[in-house]
């Protein structure tokens, strides 16, 4: 991966496959797996080798390409019938993101709109192809808009990973603070390690300590402190969802919040507009809940008696009168947040 991360995942047209960066393995190990079918590409959802709301929108379309790929049946009917089951089997896969949804359904409606089997087969790698396209363009201009929020020098904190690692390239969060850097600003990172799979210690921390970032490792429940002694300018972080009323996103963020706003510091939410939900109020929404063993085990060791039981909601949802401002790719949206506006992208900056 290069400097602001070249590619998350890609299709590979020679190999005719779906290549993308195995992120269980980081930050020990680079592997990319080449990925040829859709029950596959579920369990490494399921897995969260491939993972983050940007990401899992673009690895959704290319699940419904390979599906019109892979095939065997002879009918459209058939075929269709195909295509439908393994979308709606990776929609299953993760609940909360709604860019999963959304990529598999932009997708899906090109191939049930086509002709004919070839036709849907090259519409929907086209159409993955640009969902991959335009996920980068959107981090892009995210970073461009959030830049602008950062003072000259500063530390930001952020949560979770939201970076290339979650996206197609560059990053949302990470794409508001490579785009500081880029522009000269002097950024700090601070790095919540976010219990239980660290993905802020294992890949934000990774991606940006490549890309020569300033990145410092806390772990969760130390931001307060931070927050408390002045050492956090902003925070900074992607979402999994936008509702008209809440922003979901990893376990941990609403406390961020919380705090955030009881030091007075900005809490900045960064996402592409395929991550806002028009239809759904917070209450509405499904937040997954996952395995014990990611909450009792580290390694090979159990470190929660048998009897005890466990929770593992993966996301939270953070009221909107707690967020500064959402950043997206066409400008800068301050609360109070009007759906029907943001939408129809009028309500920007
Ligand atoms: O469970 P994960 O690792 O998929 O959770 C990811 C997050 O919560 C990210 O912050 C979010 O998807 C935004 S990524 C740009």
Known sequence: MEPGGSTTLWWDSGAGCL???????????LVVVECRDIGRLATAIRRLEIRGAPALGVAGAYGVALATLTSPSTSWEQFLDDVRKGAAMLRST????????????????????????????????????????????????????????????????????????????????????????????????????????????RLTAWELARDGIDVT??????????????????????????????????????MHAVCAKHHDIPFYVAAPLSTFDGKNREHDVVIEERGREEVTTMGNRTFVPDKAAVRNPAFDATPMELVSAIIMENGILRPPVNIQSLLSCTNTK
């Open 94 to 201: 993760r609940p909360t993101a709604i860019n999963l949804a959304w990529g598999i359904n932009r997708v899906l409606a090109l191939v049930e709109t086509s002709e004919n089997r070839e036709q849907a087969r090259k519409r929907a790698l086209d159409e993955a192809d640009t969902i991959s396209r335009e996920d980068t363009a959107c981090c892009h201009a995210i970073g461009h808009y959030g830049a602008e929020l950062l003072p000259e020098s500063c530390t930001v904190l952020t949560h979770c990973n939201a970076g290339a690692l979650a996206c197609s390239s560059w990053g949302t969060a990470l794409g508001v603070i490579r785009s500081a850097v880029k522009a000269g600003k002097q950024v700090r990172v601070i790095a919540c390690e976010t219990r239980p799979l660290l993905q802020g210690a």
């Open 19 to 29: 290549c993308y960066i195995e992120q269980t393995l980081l930050p020990n190990e």
């Open 217 to 254: 490792v806390i772990t969760d429940s130390m931001a307060a402190q931070f927050m408390r002694k002045g050492a956090i300018d902003a925070v900074i972080v992607g979402a999994d969802r936008i509702t008209c009323d809440a922003v979901f996103n990893k376990i941990g963020t609403y």
